[in-house]
């Protein structure tokens, strides 16, 4: 198996609901990221997990929230998203270090915030 | 912090023709250099990577890469374009810091490939 997987490909959510995105892989990664990607722009980092740990936070607003649960999986818990949070979000796996091996990104989840 | 910089937003090219993407990076040491593909709709797919190994990088759909430290480039080419090619691609460069690795995208150049 040589994906990551993103679970829901498409969502669309009100401002005062509680959603969550899914990642997973089975790679043996231990590094797993989020980023965001608005329309014509390049992905931007959030967050960073390293061997279950959160280990970069790229100052993302509380109301995005990473979580780890094993070495497989990474959701995003999403609440009272604002409408400039639509976005492509996507998920990536690497072997430790990242530099060496190289990411493995997943299709994406297209958010978006009504 | 490393980065890199994509000149041209947009290329277009003929089918068949050479297809030419200009990516310059700017690091202190050593730097670890990607280059990525995005269809429409779609997640980021690797297409090369220089982890210092090689100058020449070769990747996948005929795609390859020369990293030349003198002029802190690495550009991306492929000798014959196919309209198949059409899609956004993305230069990134990747760092340690102390507590994981990041890899971070320069602006992109979308490339249009015309009959």
């Known amino acids: 198996d040589t994906e990551v997987t993103q679970t829901p490909k498409h969502l669309v959510m009100g401002m005062t609901n509680k959603k969550s995105l899914k990642c997973e892989q089975h790679?043996?990664?231990?590094?797993m990221y989020w980023y965001k990607q608005k329309a014509k722009k390049p992905p931007e980092l959030m967050f960073v997990?390293?061997?279950?740990?959160?280990?970069i936070n790229e100052s993302v607003p509380s109301r995005f929230s990473p979580e780890c649960p094993n070495s497989s999986l990474l959701n995003l818990h999403l609440h009272a998203l604002q409408p400039e949070d639509s976005a492509l979000y996507l998920c990536?796996?690497?072997?430790?270090?990242?530099?060496?091996?190289?990411?493995?990104f997943g299709s994406g989840t297209r958010l978006t915030v009504v | 912090a490393q980065s890199v910089t994509q000149l041209g937003s947009h290329v277009s090219v003929s089918e068949g023709a050479l297809v030419l993407l200009r990516c310059n990076y700017s690091?202190?040491?050593?730097?670890?250099l990607f280059w990525y593909v995005q269809y429409p709709n779609q997640g980021l797919q690797l297409l090369l990577k220089?982890?210092?190994?090689?100058?020449l990088v070769k990747g996948i759909n005929g795609f390859e890469a020369e990293f030349k430290k003198s002029e802190t480039s690495f550009h991306l080419t492929k000798p014959s374009a196919h309209m198949s090619d059409a899609a956004e691609y993305f230069c990134?460069?990747?760092?340690?810091?102390?507590?994981?690795?990041?890899?971070?995208f320069g602006t992109g150049t979308r490339l249009q490939v015309t009959l």
């Open positions: 220089y982890t210092s190994a090689a100058t």
């Open positions: 990134a460069v990747s760092e340690n810091t102390g507590t994981a690795s990041k890899l971070t």
């Open positions: 990536a796996s690497s072997q430790v270090p990242g530099q060496i091996y190289g990411y493995t």
């Open positions: 790679m043996g990664h231990r590094a």
């Open positions: 997990y390293s061997y279950e740990k959160l280990s």
């Open positions: 690091s202190s040491v050593p730097p670890y």
